[in-house]
């Protein structure tokens, strides 16, 4: 490709990750979110999904546990995005169930769906900020769209979230994404996700792309939300380290199935081929 149609094709590529995200933010409406049931968080029950001729998802099962942080690995196009995208329902599976505070998402009315979603933040693989706007403006996105907070709430809430990020809120309100360092923007993004305060954290691959130090701040920071706002977390993520860190159980999803689920000490001993493989 020249650098012409790169340039191009990654302008569509981002107009259309800004399009989920925006889809994703905003179908939240507005009524509050609902009180926190009993069992799993989420249940994945036996999840079929092809694309075309391509079978992505051969019968994934997984429940997360409240409170727990679990991270799904895998390789590029293994579908771990994709199972972020089923749990928001941005995507229906073929077969197979996605329950959410112990509810099927396709059974359900859509009022109720869209409380279920008020409690899910998504942090988004490639931070995926609105590059026109402000930090204060991405950041307070959700309260905007969805709520008549009167704007001194909203910035309390956007600066409190910003605090949450460790970033230093009269420093970073008024820029622009292009502006900030990568690891800036995968902290506005997690502040974007948590202003109304989610008890379901989704995490699209957090720390790609940064260097070791920042990856290293990112894990801390998701480790830190995760005792002090109380949430349940998906982390989807390549990088093995990072999940080892900051996680309580570990999937590998390999060839559309789950190759490996338990703790990050269970993985290490596992004698599946696969599983060692992807270690090495
Ligand atoms: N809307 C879609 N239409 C067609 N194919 C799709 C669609 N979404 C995902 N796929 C395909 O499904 C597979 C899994 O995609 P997914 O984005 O979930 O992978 P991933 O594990 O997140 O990869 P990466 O690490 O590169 O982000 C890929 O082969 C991808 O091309
Ligand atoms: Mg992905």
Redesign the pocket.
Known sequence: MTHDSLDLWDSQMRKEIREEVRKALGDLGEESSLPAGEGPVVELKDLYLS??D?T?LKGVSLELDRGETLSVL??????????L?LILGL?LPDSGQVRLEGQDIANVPLRQVLALRRNMGMVF?EAALFDSLTVYDNVAFYLHEHTQLPESEIRRRVVESLDLVDLEPDQVLDLLPAELSGGMKKRVGIARAVVHRPRLLLY??PTSGLDPITTRTINDLIMKLQAELDVSSIV?T?DIRSAFRISNRVAL?FEGLLAFMGGPEDMVASEDAYVREFLR
């Open positions: 694309f075309g391509h992505v895998g390789g590029s196009g293994a579908g771990k995005s994709t199972i995208r995507t693989q699209d691959e989807v390549h999803l």
